[in-house]
């Protein structure tokens, strides 16, 4: 949270391996405690490489003039409790829509 009680959030998206072109970000969402993301990303990648990846999704605080805060959320091989339950999940499913509500930190 920022100064004036609000925050700026957006997500980011990181595909191993790919440097610059692997990035994605979503809009940022202003003014708020509660945002609410109803974007894709999409990446080309096997399936069964997807396994051995990590694939950092982050929630980050805009901040304009210093750097940006990290939020918290991250889903991939490295993530605990549901968070890596939910990636689990979207490695047992292949070409389904896994969708989950996650508490930032």
């Known amino acids: 949270m920022d100064a ?10 990181l595909k191993p ?13 202003k003014r708020t405690l509660n945002p609410e993301f ?14 051995k990846k990590t694939l950092d999704i982050s929630v980050w605080d805009y901040d304009i003039g210093k750097s940006n805060d990290y939020i918290g959320c991250q889903l991939g091989i ?22 989950r509500w996650h508490t930032l930190y």
């Open 4 to 13: 004036n009680g609000y925050s700026d959030p957006y997500v980011k998206s």
């Open 78 to 99: 490295t993530a605990k409790g549901e968070r890596l339950k939910h990636w689990y999940e979207c490695l047992k499913n292949k070409d389904k829509k896994i969708e």
């Open 38 to 51: 109803n974007e894709e990303f999409s990446f080309d990648i096997k399936h069964s490489e997807l396994a």
């Open 17 to 29: 391996d790919m440097g610059k072109k692997g990035k994605c970000k979503t809009q940022i969402k």
